[in-house]
C-alpha cells in the first residue's frame, strides 16, 4: 500500500539529511545562535524564535534554514593597543590588494562552481554549497582587501580553497556531522608582512570545507 515502509527500511534511509540530530547538536546550533545575537546579528525576538525551533528540530534538514545566514563565529575584540608616543607602523601594502567590490554571494546548489586564474575576491565573499560543491583557486587572484573573509557553508557539499605560499590563511569554521582542514599540502608558506589574509568561516553540515597550499 503506498505510504507504507519497505521491511527493513528505516525512515530517511539514502537521505542523510533526514538522519535524527542529538542533543549536542543542537547545543551547538543554540550556542551559534546565542554568539550572533551578542554580535547585534539578531534581535531577541529572533533569537527566541530560532532557539524554539532549533530545541523542536529533528532532522539535519531542519537546521538548515535556521542558521543559513549566519556566518560561524562572532568577530571577537582586539584588545586596544597601550599607549605609546610614537606613531604605529604601518602595514605593509601587498601588490596582491587592487579595489575590488565588498562582497559577492555565489550558490552551489546540486551544482558547481569554480573561479580560478585572474579574479578579484571581495572584502567578503559567501559561498553556499548544497549538495554541490565549490572550487576557489586563490593563487592568482588579487584580494579587495589586505584581509578578505570568506564564508563557506557546506549542507551535504563541499569546498575545496587552494592558496600560493604567499596567502597566510585562518580556518574558523565549525563542522557539525563535518569538518573544516587545511591549509595542506607539501608546499611550504613563504609568508611576510605583506602576504595577504585570507579568514575561511562557517558551517559544515555533512560537508566538507578544505584548504590546500599549492605552487603558483
Known sequence: MAGELTPGAAP?????????????????????LREAAGEGRLDL???????????????????VPITLDLPSHPQHLRPAAPPTTAPATPRAVSADVVPGPERESHFAIMSGLSRKGLWVVPRHLTILALMGGAELDLR??????????????????????IVGPHTRVRMEGTGIMGGYSGPSGLVEGHLDETS???????????????????HL
Open 12 to 32: 530517511g534511509a539514502g537521505d542523510p539529511t533526514r538522519l535524527r540530530i542529538s542533543d549536542a547538536e543542537r547545543h551547538q546550533v543554540a550556542e551559534l
Open 45 to 63: 525576538d529572533e533569537l527566541d524564535q530560532r532557539l524554539e525551533a532549533t530545541y523542536a528540530a529533528r532532522t539535519y534538514a531542519d537546521l
Open 140 to 161: 592568482r587572484a588579487k584580494f579587495a582587501a589586505d584581509e578578505v573573509t570568506i564564508t563557506i557553508n557546506a549542507f551535504m557539499g563541499g569546498a575545496q580553497v
Open 196 to 214: 595577504p589574509v585570507v579568514r575561511i568561516k562557517g558551517v559544515a553540515i555533512w560537508g566538507g570545507v578544505s584548504v590546500e597550499r599549492k
